[in-house]
């Protein structure tokens, strides 16, 4: 197996459980709300919610707002689905929204291998750059919650850089502070758009982390350089 000089790793949905299985975490927290006399069909609540979000983050323009401050993201959601229904109750929306963050921070965890996949790159000589998008505050803590500073030669995060992926400039930074170049640098995340096209256009290998098994969207033109469940597999030869 060979490894590059360089990679550059992706923090949600890459190393920790942050975003997947959205509809599930939607339902377990709204059936707490099951009983608020102001709610009337749990089930056409939840089938709203999910769709309001699905809404949300498909749009590009807000998914760039809404990444910077996921609450408020979440309490925009659940409003826009209470307004779905004509059920007018700002103080509830915006309680289910919150239960929803805490539910989520609160499961959040690394994959398994993940950390020791990280330390065992560092312990090869692999120089590694961790590249999140999202709002300083909230992906900083998470960095420091999961104990990932020292693990990473360099971090960059979209709130304290300024810009995020896909712009080609979070790439050359991270390639100049690691002293790589595309020839020798690996990009490994989950979104297809800005782990994959991004980095490719500009000669990176790369590795498309597919963590939830859902196989790339049907009718997609992307073909990542390598396709993986789990970091671990980064270290496995290719086809094993």
């Not at 490894?3 to 939607?26: E, S, V, Y």
């Not at 377990?28 to 939840?46: G, K, R, S, W």
């Not at 239960?99 to 950390?115: C, L, T, V, W």
Request: glycine content about 8%.
């Amino acid at each position: 197996m060979t490894l590059p000089k360089a990679i550059l790793l992706d923090l949600d949905d890459t190393i920790i459980q942050a975003h997947g299985a959205q509809g599930d975490a939607w339902r377990q927290v709204l059936a707490t709300f099951a009983d608020h006399d102001a709610i009337d069909d749990h089930d056409h609540l939840h089938d709203h919610v999910v769709t309001s979000a699905r809404a949300y983050w498909a749009d590009p323009e807000q998914h760039r707002i809404g990444r910077q401050d996921i609450r408020q993201a979440r309490r925009d959601i659940v409003a826009q689905a209470f307004a779905a229904i004509e059920l007018v109750h700002d103080e509830l929306a915006r309680t289910i929204a919150d239960a929803f963050s805490d539910h989520r921070e609160a499961a959040m965890k690394p994959f398994p291998g993940a950390i020791e996949t990280i330390d065992e790159l560092r312990r090869l000589g692999v120089a590694l750059g961790l590249v999140t998008n999202g709002g300083a505050d909230g992906q900083r803590a998470k960095v420091e919650r999961f104990d990932l500073t020292h693990r990473f030669d360099h971090i960059l995060i979209e709130g304290e850089f300024g810009i995020g992926k896909p712009e080609p400039a979070v790439f050359l930074h991270l390639m100049e502070r690691l002293d790589s170049a595309p020839d020798t640098t690996w990009v490994v995340g989950d979104n297809l758009e800005w782990e994959v096209v991004a980095p490719q256009k500009l000669g990176i290998h790369a590795i498309w982390c597919d963590a939830y098994g859902n196989g790339l969207p049907e009718n997609s033109d992307v073909k990542p350089d390598r396709i993986i469940q789990a970091l671990p597999e980064l270290l496995e030869p290719v086809g094993a």
